[in-house]
C-alpha cells in the first residue's frame, strides 16, 4: 500500500492542535488553580515557529482559561494565518461538567475567544474527546451555545448516533452542527482513533504514511492533531510523569517526537485548517457562501 502521490496531493488534510498546558490539564479534576510555572504560552509560541517553517495552516482549538491569561498569544495566532476553535473553559470533559456546567463552559469559552478576537468562534472539539455515548445533550447543548461545528466523535460515540463507527465522513447532526469524526482505523476488527496525538504517537511514521495516502487515494481526507507541549522549547523537560498520572507518563516519553512526524507527513501531505479540508461540509450561509470556522465568509 504505496499510495498513488500524484492523488493524494489534491487532498487537504485537517491540522488541528488542542492549546492546552498538559500539567494544568491533568491537575483540573483536583481543583488546582491556573500557575505561572505552565509554559503553555512560551511551547505555543515554539509551536507557532516550527508551522510557519513548515508553511502550515491550522485550526488551534484554545480552552477558555488559556485564553483568559494569554490573550496575546490568542491574537498571534490568528495574525499568523490560523484559525481558532474553543476547548471548553476548564478544560473539563463534559460528563464531570454534567449538563448545567457544560453549558456555562461552553458559552464562557466561545464569549471570551470572541471577545478577543471580534470575531465569531463556532468550532468546537471536547477536552479528551469527552463527548461520548453517557453525555448525550452535549451537541444539543452546543447548539444551544451557537456552534455550529464539532470535532470531537470517536467511533464509539458514532454508533451512539446510529452511524457506523468506522464512517469518518462529516454529517448534520440534527440539520445544524456539523460533525467531522475523528480520523480512525480498523484495529482486530475494532474502529479505533488515529490522528495523532497518543494514539499515533507509538505508531511508526512510515505505517502512518500507508496509511494516510490510502485514505487520500479514495479521496478521503483525514485530520490530525498534537499539542504545543510536543512542540515548544522545554517541553522535553516537562517531567509529566510527577503528576503520578500514566497518560502523562506515557507523553512523556515521547515529548518531540511529533516534530519529527509533522516534518515527514508534510513532505507527503497537503494540510490546512479544518475549514478548507472539509469546507463542503460546512454549514452554508443564506447567500450560498461556506461559513469560515473562526467567523466571516470564505
Known amino acids: 500500500m504505496t499510495g498513488n502521490t500524484q492523488a493524494s496531493n489534491r487532498v487537504i488534510n485537517a491540522l488541528c492542535f488542542d492549546i492546552d498546558d498538559l500539567t494544568y490539564s491533568l491537575n483540573t479534576k483536583n481543583g488546582v488553580s491556573f500557575s505561572s510555572e505552565y509554559l503553555v504560552d512560551k511551547e505555543t509560541y515554539g509551536l507557532l515557529e516550527f508551522l510557519d517553517g513548515l508553511g502550515l495552516k491550522a485550526t488551534m482549538f484554545v480552552p477558555g482559561y488559556v485564553a483568559e491569561h ?50 465569531e468562534v463556532s468550532a468546537y472539539r ?33 454508533k451512539h448516533l446510529g452511524r457506523s463507527p468506522s464512517d469518518m465522513v462529516p454529517f448534520r447532526y440534527k440539520d445544524v452542527l456539523t460533525v467531522i469524526p475523528v480520523t480512525s482505523f480498523k484495529f482486530l476488527n475494532r474502529s479505533v482513533p488515529f490522528n495523532g496525538g497518543l494514539f499515533c504517537a507509538y505508531v511508526p511514521i512510515g505505517f502512518q504514511i500507508r496509511y494516510y495516502a490510502n485514505l487520500n487515494d479514495k479521496g478521503m481526507a483525514f485530520n490530525y492533531f498534537c499539542h504545543p507541549y510536543e512542540f515548544g522549547p522545554g517541553g522535553a523537560n516537562r517531567q509529566a510523569w510527577k503528576c503520578h498520572s500514566l497518560a502523562a507518563t506515557m507523553y512523556g516519553m515521547y515529548f518531540g517526537i511529533y516534530r519529527y512526524y509533522l516534518t515527514r507527513l508534510t513532505g507527503r501531505f497537503r494540510f490546512g485548517p479544518l475549514k478548507e479540508a472539509y469546507g463542503s461540509y460546512i454549514e452554508p450561509n443564506v447567500d450560498g457562501r461556506v461559513k469560515n470556522l473562526a467567523g466571516g465568509l470564505l
Do not use: C, M
Open 70 to 119: 494569554f490573550p496575546r498569544l490568542i491574537r498571534a495566532i490568528t495574525e499568523g494565518g490560523h484559525d481558532i476553535g474553543s476547548h471548553g473553559y476548564e478544560h473539563i470533559v463534559a460528563e464531570q461538567l454534567q449538563q448545567k456546567r457544560f453549558r456555562s463552559d461552553v458559552v464562557r469559552s466561545k464569549k471570551r475567544l470572541e471577545d478577543i478576537l471580534s470575531q
Open 126 to 158: 471536547s477536552p479528551n474527546w469527552g463527548i461520548t455515548a453517557r453525555t448525550p445533550w452535549a451537541y444539543d447543548v452546543l447548539i444551544e451555545a451557537g456552534y455550529s461545528v464539532d470535532n470531537t466523535a470517536q467511533p464509539s460515540l458514532l
